[in-house]
Nanobody, 115 residues
């Protein structure tokens, strides 16, 4: 059973930093790709950052140079370091993990950046 649990969201001033974490509390198997997506009110869910099982990364254009994704060697946890936060980064952030043909999502964590 897979249960992705996110943590680290909250309220921060513009220019500040937050670190999000996502771990699988339901089992210990290793995921393939893992990533973070976000959804702001009235907008579609969009890619923030993704990391492959081999460690390759890609980022959404709006976060390049500010956010960094990483994962543990066991491939059960993924983190997102967010620096130089802007008001437009305000959204619910969702963790995603792929395992074989299956896609799993966390419940989301709110990030609010005050300007």
């Amino acid at each position: 059973q897979v249960r992705l649990v996110e943590s680290g969201g909250g309220l921060v001033q513009a220019g500040g930093s937050l670190r999000l974490s996502c771990a699988n509390s339901g089992s210990t198997f290793s995921f393939n790709d893992m990533g973070w997506y976000r959804q702001a009110p009235g907008k579609h869910r969009e890619l923030v950052a993704r990391i492959s099982s081999g460690g390759g990364t890609n980022y959404g254009d709006s976060v390049v140079g500010r956010f960094t994704i990483s994962r543990d060697n066991a491939k059960t946890r993924v983190d997102l370091q967010m620096n130089s936060l802007k008001a437009e980064d305000t959204a619910v952030y969702y963790c995603q993990a792929l395992y074989g043909a299956f896609t799993y999502w966390g419940q989301g964590t709110q990030v609010t950046v005050s300007s």
